[in-house]
Nanobody
Framework: QMYLTESGGGLVQAGGSLRLTCTAS????????MAWFRQSPGHQRELVAS???????NVAGSVKGRFTISMNNAKDTLNLQMNNLKPEDTGTYYC?????????WGQGTQVTVSS
């Protein structure tokens, strides 16, 4: 079992930046993939960015060039740096980790971007 806690969300104006943090109860040593998803009202949860166990990072086309996913050296924190935020980035952002024991989710952190 892995417990994940997201933080760093908030209200920001369009063009602003936020840095989301996902802190794990353990480390990501056994993780196959680590990711950030988001969900806005009336929409399905969508993948925003992911990082493989080999540290290969990918981001969705809608956030490419603006969002960056990274992991700290201790391998217990996953970050999402979000720059040049747009109103359509508004939503609840969730951290997800999949390892050999299952798939784990945090409770989410709200990001609201005003125009």
């Amino acid at each position: 079992q892995m417990y994940l806690t997201e933080s760093g969300g908030g209200l920001v104006q369009a063009g602003g930046s936020l840095r989301l943090t996902c802190t794990a109860s353990g480390t990501f040593d056994r993780a196959k993939i680590m990711a950030w998803f988001r969900q806005s009202p009336g929409h399905q949860r969508e993948l925003v960015a992911s990082m493989s166990s080999g540290h290969e990072a990918n981001v969705a086309g809608s956030v490419k060039g603006r969002f960056t996913i990274s992991m700290n050296n201790a391998k217990d924190t996953l970050n999402l740096q979000m720059n040049n935020l747009k109103p359509e980035d508004t939503g609840t952002y969730y951290c997800n980790v999949a390892d050999w024991g299952g798939s784990f989710w945090g409770q989410g952190t709200q990001v609201t971007v005003s125009s």
